[in-house]
């Protein structure tokens, strides 16, 4: 079984585990790579709240020594951006002083935190980021694991199998996730849950994007992201691909502009990968600014210091559709301009 798993690639993985599967990143080091396979392929039954089963000695057993493997191939430089590393405390042992919500929440600063003052763009630095992202998967996928049965309190007919995660529009959570999160961390008092028995919680869509309002009307924001769903996606594409390498243009739109447009803006922000919420969120607000491709290419065009009339010729279009163009794009999407060479 174990040569079979080490042979089929990420994409027959992924249909084989179905829910189970936990991604690993394309250039993560071996030895980690290895033990993300070996515990996906053991750790159905596991989970947080399990006694019998609990996630984290499953973690301590496959993931620690792999971690601690890769860290001693590695300067002492590195060892301060993962958790535990160089200190004697073990992975696994991060997380259980911390929780794995804090611990995706750790290793994310410490990621950003390499990109920006230590990484140097050489092949040892690309394995290491993209451990890196492999190990912050694991443990997101850990902190959204669900036990294989599991009744959230007494009284309350949810059932915890349904699907968990974002809504469709957005980086929000649906309201069942939203709300099953409540569940577990026992925020929601009796009459709140008295409440919830009589509502349909959705597990496709968040509150702001519930098809139908409380008074039983359609939702405009609904129908509005329904619509624009197709640009949602490939905006929330583009993001995630420049993200997962800043270092170059990575977006293949065909246009020059548009691409050069998701590398500047993506290099000015500390988003990683593992930020899908961020991403999500960030993604609908380009597609409800209507930030269209044309925009990015007067943004583009205006970012290498060409004014108004520039743009105009160069695009082909009149000086005032620049202008209004321009007007109505949010300060969030602009780039700096850039400094002229004097």
């Given at each position: 079984m174990a040569i079979m798993v080490d042979m089929e690639?990420?994409?027959?993985?992924?249909?084989?585990?179905?829910?189970?599967?936990?991604?690993?990143?394309?250039?993560?080091?071996?030895?980690?790579?290895?033990?993300?396979k070996d515990f996906r392929e053991r750790w159905k039954p596991y989970s947080t709240s399990s006694r019998r089963y609990p996630i984290g000695r499953l973690i301590q057993e496959v993931i620690d020594p792999a971690v601690a493997a890769y860290m001693a191939t590695l300067p002492?430089?590195?060892?301060?951006?993962?958790?535990?590393?160089?200190?004697?405390?073990g992975f696994s042992a991060i997380i259980g002083l911390v929780g794995l919500d804090a611990m995706v929440r750790v290793q994310r600063q410490l990621l950003r935190q390499f990109i920006k003052t230590e990484d140097r763009q050489t092949p040892r630095d690309h394995r290491f980021t993209a451990t890196l992202e492999a190990l912050i998967e694991l443990v997101c996928c850990c902190a959204s694991k669900r036990p294989q049965t599991s009744a959230p309190a007494q009284g309350v007919s949810l059932n915890a199998q349904r699907k968990h995660g974002f809504c469709d529009f957005c980086g929000e959570l649906s309201e069942f996730s939203a709300f099953m999160a409540k569940v577990a961390e026992q925020q929601v008092n009796d009459a709140e849950l008295e409440n919830r028995k009589k509502l349909e919680l959705s597990h496709q869509y968040c509150e702001g994007h519930r098809p139908k309002l409380t008074n039983g009307e359609w939702n405009p924001a609904y129908r509005?992201?329904?619509?624009?769903?197709?640009q949602f996606e490939l905006e929330l594409a583009r993001l995630s691909q420049q993200c997962a390498k800043p270092a170059t243009p990575q977006v293949k739109s065909g246009d020059q502009l548009v691409d050069g447009y998701f590398f500047h803006y993506v290099m000015r922000q500390t988003l990683?990968?593992?930020?899908?919420?961020?991403?999500?969120?960030?993604?609908?607000?380009?597609?409800?600014?209507?930030?269209?491709?044309?925009?990015?290419?007067?943004?583009?065009?205006?970012?290498?210091?060409?004014?108004?009339?520039?743009?105009?010729?160069?695009?082909?279009?009149?000086?005032?559709?620049?202008?209004?163009?321009?007007a109505s794009i949010p300060a969030m999407f602009h780039l700096k301009k850039k400094r002229p060479i004097r």
């Open positions: 690639n990420e994409e027959h993985a992924k249909k084989r585990l179905g829910r189970y599967y936990i991604p690993i990143w394309e250039g993560c080091d071996p030895t980690v790579s290895q033990s993300i002492v430089r590195y060892s301060g951006y993962v958790p535990g590393a160089g200190t004697g405390v509005q992201a329904k619509r624009s769903l197709a990683q990968p593992a930020d899908k919420a961020e991403l999500r969120n960030q993604a609908r607000l380009m597609v409800d600014s209507k930030l269209s491709d044309r925009k990015k290419q007067i943004l583009m065009l205006q970012w290498s210091g060409l004014n108004q009339s520039e743009i105009a010729r160069r695009l082909g279009i009149a000086r005032q559709a620049v202008s209004k163009a321009l």
